[in-house]
């Protein structure tokens, strides 16, 4: 008479069933990817409440980051979608322009703006040079990830080293895009520089 089978030894699948049991672990996993990506597309249609404006300066955007609409007519596959405001145009370009200018605002001046000097220029229509805009925007991306609980401990620091001081390094450099802007609090200036011309075709 065989022993019962106790509660604690362990199941045991054949290993012919395992290439069917990864393969519906993979399914699901596509599955809860889609469900996440209409969540995300929901929240972004939805309107901000009054009474969550409070948290608004810090974290804004955050979750409209994650996932939007990834396909276009006549795709047969997702592609996942883009994240950097230069990829983006019309009202998702100004929307997240808005995010980005008030956490600019909202945290990174008012804690790591320092002082405008010859040295280390600024300029208070920053949204307005396209080079400010794609860095202050990584800047922001990663600030997302790196502060997230999943970061880990060493997260902030990562960002600290890695993004946020060689990004104000290039953007407050004498010759940066605002090395024609303001270099004295008592003197507003904002003037963009020259790009070089692409070559013609």
């Known amino acids: 008479m065989a022993e019962p089978a106790h509660e604690s030894d362990p199941i045991r699948v054949p290993d012919h069933d ?15 990817r889609k ?7 929901l929240i972004d249609d939805t309107p901000p409440s009054d009474d969550e404006g409070g948290g608004a300066g810090l974290g804004a955007g955050k979750d409209s980051m994650v996932e939007s609409p990834a396909t276009e007519p006549g ?13 983006f ?16 605002h909202d945290l990174l001046l008012p804690v790591y703006g320092r002082e405008i000097t010859t040295g280390r220029p600024w300029c208070r229509q920053w949204q307005e040079h396209p080079e400010a805009v794609a ?3 990584a800047l922001w991306l990663a600030w997302q990830q790196l502060t997230d609980p999943e970061a880990g401990l060493a997260g902030p620091a990562t960002w600290h080293r890695d993004h946020l001081d060689l990004t104000m390094l290039q953007l407050r450099s004498p010759d940066g895009p605002f090395g024609a802007c303001t270099t004295s609090p008592a003197r507003p200036n904002h003037r963009l520089l ?5 070559a013609g075709i």
Do not use: C, M
């Open 18 to 32: 395992l290439d069917d049991l990864v393969s519906t672990v993979a399914r699901l996993v596509a599955e809860s």
């Open 35 to 41: 469900q996440g990506q209409t969540l995300a597309r």
């Open 75 to 87: 795709d047969e596959q997702e592609r996942p979608a883009p994240i950097f405001i230069l990829a």
């Open 89 to 104: 145009d019309g009202t998702a370009y100004a929307e997240e322009l808005t995010a980005l200018t008030r956490w600019v």
């Open 135 to 137: 860095r202050l925007h």
């Open 194 to 198: 020259a790009a070089p011309e692409p």
